[in-house]
């Protein structure tokens, strides 16, 4: 039967700064990234968000970043490659306590925001942190963008990982994003998110802009936290998928 | 026969700002209290501080502060009961993530400046301290000055705990020590040192500057890293405490 | 003619994270107090600040607070008088530069959060506030709780101040104002809100919760950013104020 | 009557960190670059970095560099031009107000690090330096790598610049630096930096690591507080420029 991983980036709140629908988007999601104090989210953040994630069965992945609070991780920075990886060992370390102060484990990793992006493109980028990640469990898994240096990397190093697509965003003919700075580049429209993880999870592939058919493993689909029709797509999202007998379960867990 | 751990406060160098004698001070003790990046330390150091804890059999503690990089974590900074466990947790969580890199584990934790004398007199505040450490795990030993809050805290929660002494400060007749801003708080020379040593080791007591004796237990000796003489007073204590057959041991390892 | 200036305090927004309602205040508003990048704001979100107040009209003025952005500025933190004197100069003048950009001046400065409250009541804190004000520009204006030590420290020496009383918080029978941990302590309603300005500007009191009359003197009144009727009081206020032939203007401007 | 200006960067401790032999350069010096708090620096430094520059007639700069202190500014970070231009101005306003706390000014300003660097080589990086600097005032002087891309920046938006050359690095023959990854970057014998500086001065040229002569214009001349023979070597490069009749004064001071 059929089972998918729903993923959403969360916790990137900031003290006094609110940031995201977190109490919202828990209960209709299976994997949590949490961020970890470096581009967002603090102690107190973090915790609330391994409670909620614990409380509504989510598994808890760390969200790591760059230390560039006021640029939200999303500003190139360049760390060498010992710097990124005490960086992200640090920050998953953060959040592994906090999981563990409830009982619970870390079950993955996302990079965030630049990055992401960065990791996905550059192998020497996406090894250095599939080491990170190693370095703290064999076991953690590593999500990276579906056919990306960071799969790539996963498997060079015998890291189980997860290849992620998206559910509110557009895809080029080629398989890559729509860039934001396209008016096309998100989803809002909870029928045609809904129709593009049903061809994701069933077909492997989805209708790429221009009308083409794109070929895309999914193994954990992705909602963005800031898109404001997050919670009437997701709710869309499940619907459809269970209709069709499509689980919607955390990576590892028993069906 | 009886034993001793020796500590010291390490991994304080932060960027390119360098702190401590580390590299000398390792070879003679056997736990380490390193910063976590709060009010000293770095992800670079942190890792640095572990490998060479790992090298040299030493016990790794965490030695978590306040958010307070300029002010060195000495500054009172009155963080509410739930940031203060979660911003304890953050810093451990750290920590551990290193020396799991390493294989290790940590040992202990010794909260930091400000927050070591304020929860030494403050059992609410001990009792938050304590209540961090045990979320991060219950084997861990809380260090906390002889007699001190730290130490009723841990026993009323059940947490191991290890009753701290000092090798290089003196200590007034009602067993407090010598507030540092007299100019006889420090012990720099090694002889005197040794002596203090012997004594709270095999005696359970010391003599306090006005030549009273005052009664110390002590679980483990306390170096400063910052003592421009802590070698050669390790030196010497570890001679004489060997001469006299007391072992120099971490908490917890078999003799 | 009688007149009164308005303040808020404004420009405490940070990276990603949005706080407040700048814009719509801006144009009901004739002094704003801009957070300097240590509890709240960012040099982006300075220079957006100093440029609406340009063209608004709304005197600039500095609202520096303790080095402390996930507490929001709101915990103790004890700096010493030298770095807490240091910190102010530094924030002041960071703001007083993207002033300059807009060929517009700071006109005066009000502490932030923790501070603000430490120093109404505590002279030597004030005295420090006050000397940092008097090392960046002897025509700074002091913004200060009525009554407080923060005045009576611009008075000692001889730094031009202005006595700041609330629209929207309720007063206790001594003068000082209602806790926020009481439910009563917000005005939200705007009638109540015109009344309390009426009567400070226009008789120098106003009614205490339990129904006495309290003298203060109020050169400048202060409404709450965060407070979310905040636009609509401001509006009452205003219209009330005019229709009784007060002027709404900067502290020193020409009538 | 030749005359030529000798800058140094200074300032850059941190809180309870030293780094630099401020104390003993300051004296040799014209010009001080005085980091500002967010790549080195606080407040407490700056202003003793004022005092000091004041104390000993030294023209007063701001050293502003990029939000990155772990990594000390030397990480590629790309900030938008907004973001740069806004993080310079607060940075020069900072360590302006300390300057006007000692009735004195800021007089030039010198990126720090990889900004320095990058914009040496990137014409629009160097005009939005460039615009920073006289945004905050059309007075400030722009230092930067001689023949590079911050002087023409400065020499298109009409900015007085100065052309620096280094007193303590080696020269490739097309007129750059050897890199620092060479073990000949550096000069470290006082007689060869006083040769170099006397042919800077006097020829405008000094011969490249392969012996051929490179043309160089400098106004000023630099040399690294991190040199451990910074003072031997200033004080012979004093003592020959004075021998031969060059006037060691700061820029725009009247001979």
Redo the contacts between chains.
Sequence with gaps: MARIDINCDLGES??????GLDEQIYPLITSANIAC?FH?G???V??ASVSMAVQHHVAIGAHPGT??????GR?????SA??LE??L??????????A??YSSRLSHVKPHGWLYNAAAQDLDLALTVARAVR???TELVLFGLSGSQLVEAAKQIGLPYAAEAFLDRTYQRDGTLTSRSSNQALITDPEKAARQALDLVLKGRTLALDGSEVMIHADTLCVHGDNPNAVALLTQVRNKLREVGVEILPLGAKS
């Design positions: 900031f003290g006094i700064y609110k940031l104090g967002a603090d102690p107190q973090m915790r230390p560039d609070l006021i640029g939200f500003r190139r920075m360049e760390l010992e710097e005490n960086a060992i640090y920050q998953m370390g953060a959040l592994q306590a906090f563990r102060a370095a703290v469990s």
